[in-house]
């Protein structure tokens, strides 16, 4: 009951980070869940690469957020362990916390990257938005591309492919930057930009949500 809240120290270590980072900009039909996921590389001279990624609630009726149609249809055993508490009970954090699994989510749709020596081609902007975008459909969209559960190998023919790259433009604090974009997948609509030399920020979310949202980014403070 008394566990600390790992989500204070996932935003403490947002704030370190040595470059800028972006969020989709502060919306009704949107919450960030507090929190990022983080990827690390460390090689022999320290970090050679980074990333923060945010998680956002989608509300479908932002004006009520306890408007039961905000919520995804869930199977009775799933909704039982968000809302039965165990006899050792939980801190009000996590049980907090559980409750953005009752609504539609975008996961991991912000990721800003940094690279100490960016590859050319592996870093690329286009590879790393071909890149978060297949991350996004492997983890969230598994049913709707007929993965099995565990591990995939191989090409399933749903992964984009760098010839879906095309130019675009995106709001970034307030101003439209040159961007590019995946239009193509029938499930989510990907856009990314150059932040500087060795920072890209790419972001994907789903075709559904994209009706709800405004698609502009800011720079957390």
């Known amino acids: 009951m008394d566990a ?16 800028p980072v972006f969020q989709l900009r502060p919306q009704l039909a ?12 460390i090689g022999p001279t320290g970090v050679t690469e980074s990333s923060a990624s945010f998680s956002y609630t989608l509300w479908r009726h932002p004006e009520d957020h306890s408007d039961p149609r905000n919520e995804v249809e869930l199977d009775a055993a799933t909704r039982r362990s968000l809302e039965e508490e165990p006899p050792w009970g939980r801190p009000a954090w996590l049980i907090e916390q559980a409750q953005v699994f009752k609504y539609p989510m975008l996961w991991e749709a912000v990721r800003t990257s940094w690279q100490a020596s960016p590859d050319p081609e592996r870093h690329s902007l286009a590879q790393q938005l071909v890149d978060h975008t297949s991350h996004v459909l492997r983890n969230g ?9 565990g591990p995939s190998d ?43 030399e060795n920072v890209v920020c790419t972001t994907v979310v789903s075709r559904d949500s994209l009706p709800l949202i405004a698609l502009a980014l800011t720079t957390c403070e």
């Open 4 to 19: 600390p809240d790992p989500r204070d120290e996932s935003e403490a270590r947002v704030r370190d980070l040595t470059f």
């Open 30 to 41: 949107l919450t960030r869940i507090s929190g990022a996921g983080f990827m690390q590389s």
């Open 141 to 149: 969209f598994r049913e709707e591309l007929g993965l099995p559960d």
């Open 154 to 196: 191989g090409d399933g023919g749903w992964e984009p492919r760098l010839s879906a790259v095309t130019r675009a433009s995106v709001d970034v604090d307030g101003s439209e930057r040159d961007a590019l974009h995946i239009d193509t997948d029938p499930l989510v609509y990907a856009v990314g930009f150059r932040v500087e």
